[in-house]
């Protein structure tokens, strides 16, 4: 197959996008090689070529940044793939590859405040990644197309990027699949292009994202559009589960209101779902926009996944082990939904988690705010002390403070990025009062609280 070419609109887009909510950190301590030190990328523009028999791609892709201080190389994120050219500014440019990074020389360096795009020419087999804690994320081929999952590292197998959480971008991603499959990104549907017996789909990320949260889906389905709290919604699901998922995922709509009131209003253009058939994954996934989930999802995993909208994506995070400012929040949200829609209580679910003794160091260790190490990223501690957590403060300090604390920092760091000591101190002064102790005891002290 030809490979296609990166459409002069996709440049367009990359140089008129809006500037990124916040600037990469340059100190991942889990992943200390990831990142591109020194750029802040403002919009990524893809085109990507999908041969489903050989399992190939063959894509180009516009990244627009800003150099944050003067440089010498940029060293984007990329495992494995065939790279054959760069250039900065239309210019061809020198560049080199090595321990999964795609190091870029700009002739005569950039200086700092300059901004600048580097196109990208690659293709290959993309490849799945084995994370520290054992589950697969990255390019995942599937009985009928493949699938893209990022976290925490997963979207370098299939672009080059900055890939640490604290740098985000907006997104155009082309996908040219043949048909009868259909391909699923992030954010609106803006045209689907008939090209001989193949179909192109061009999605827009209108707000900005992190790069673990980009998601690809290529497979068989109908691609539904509906209307969800007045934005657009796409849904794809795999044929073979969609009987159990419709039902479901049909209470998506009540799931965002309940959830933007408490927050303040769905914070993206855009909705939706997608349920493709991928037993390796064996996890649900908050992939902004569209969550991901590889099987017929309950109810409680909508509203986990859905609370991350807010809660992981519209504010994201700074550092991976600030993960708690994720996973505790959607996971209290659980909790808290139950609650409203007459199930068990909040507080009935925390006294009886509380009731796990001391002794039982795998439950309350490590503490949810310093999870050690990458392979504890997404063990129980994060999630569910992590949710007891919130549930304590809202004992300590009263329903409405917390919720207001909740919906304060939701709506005051949108589209950004935030820390475990701003929300500490959000929380202080909505409270009025002096919670280090308690934070320090639920969030950073091994052992039960």
């Known amino acids: 197959m030809r490979s296609t070419r990166l459409s002069l609109l996709v440049i367009s887009l990359a140089l008129t996008a809006s500037a990124?909510?916040?600037?990469a950190s340059t100190s991942e301590p889990f992943f200390p090689h990831a990142g591109a030190a020194g750029v802040d990328v403002d919009h990524y523009g893809v085109a990507?070529?999908?041969?489903?028999?050989?399992?190939?791609?063959?894509?180009?892709?516009?990244?627009?940044m800003g150099a944050t201080r003067d440089l010498k190389r940029v060293g984007l994120d990329l495992y494995g793939l065939h790279v054959s050219k760069v250039t900065i500014d239309n210019q061809p440019t020198d560049w080199s590859r090595g321990r999964g990074k795609l190091w870029v020389r700009p002739r005569g360096g950039i200086e700092a405040g300059e901004q600048f795009f580097v196109v990208v020419y690659y293709r290959g087999r993309p490849a799945a990644i084995t994370d520290p804690d054992g589950t697969k994320e990255g390019w995942l081929r599937t009985d009928d197309g493949a699938l893209a999952l990022g976290e925490p590292q997963g979207t370098a197998a299939w672009l080059p990027c900055n890939n640490v959480p604290g740098d985000k971008a907006t997104f155009d991603v082309k996908i040219d699949v043949p048909r009868p499959l259909v391909a699923v990104s992030n954010g609106m549907l803006t045209k689907v292009e008939r090209i001989g017996n193949r179909r192109r789909y061009s999605w827009h990320g209108r707000k900005a994202m992190s790069t673990y949260l980009a998601l690809i889906d290529i497979g068989r389905g109908r691609l539904v559009k509906t209307t969800i709290a007045g934005k657009p919604s796409w849904t794809l699901i795999?044929?073979?589960?969609?009987?159990?998922?419709?039902?479901?995922?049909?209470?998506?709509?009540?799931?965002?209101?309940?959830?933007?009131?408490?927050?303040?209003g769905y914070p993206f253009e855009a909705a939706g779902s997608v349920v493709d058939d991928a037993p390796e994954v064996g996890y649900a996934l908050e992939t902004q926009t569209r969550p991901f989930y590889p099987y017929v999802p309950d109810l409680t995993t909508v509203v986990h996944e859905t609370a991350h909208q807010w809660f992981g994506d519209s504010v994201g995070l700074k550092r991976w082990p600030e993960i708690w400012l994720n996973e505790g929040f959607a996971t209290w949200t659980e909790w808290y939904y139950?609650?409203?829609h007459?199930?068990?209580?909040?507080h009935a679910i925390f006294?009886?988690?509380y009731r796990v003794?001391?002794?039982?160091?795998?439950?309350?260790?490590?503490?949810?705010?310093?999870p050690g190490s990458a392979k504890n990223l997404f063990g129980p501690s994060v999630y569910i002390r992590g949710g007891m957590a919130l549930e304590a403060l809202r004992?300590?300090?009263?329903?409405?403070?917390?919720?207001?604390?909740l919906r304060g920092w939701a709506t005051s760091h949108r589209y950004g990025s935030g820390a475990i000591e701003e929300f500490i101190a959000a929380a202080e002064r909505m409270s009025g009062r002096d919670l280090s102790p308690f934070f320090q005891r639920w969030l950073y002290r091994r052992g039960k609280p």
């Open 395 to 405: 004992l300590k300090i009263g329903t409405r403070p917390m919720l207001q604390t």
């Open 357 to 370: 003794p001391a002794s039982n160091t795998k439950f309350w260790n490590p503490p949810s705010a310093h």
């Open 351 to 353: 006294n009886r988690l």
């Open 20 to 23: 990124s909510a916040s600037a």
């Open 238 to 264: 795999d044929p073979r589960l969609a009987p159990g998922s419709r039902p479901v995922l049909a209470a998506l709509p009540e799931i965002i209101r309940f959830e933007g009131k408490l927050f303040g």
């Open 48 to 64: 990507l070529h999908f041969d489903p028999r050989s399992g190939a791609i063959r894509a180009n892709e516009a990244i627009l």
């Open 342 to 346: 007459g199930r068990r209580s909040a």
């Open 338 to 340: 139950a609650e409203r």
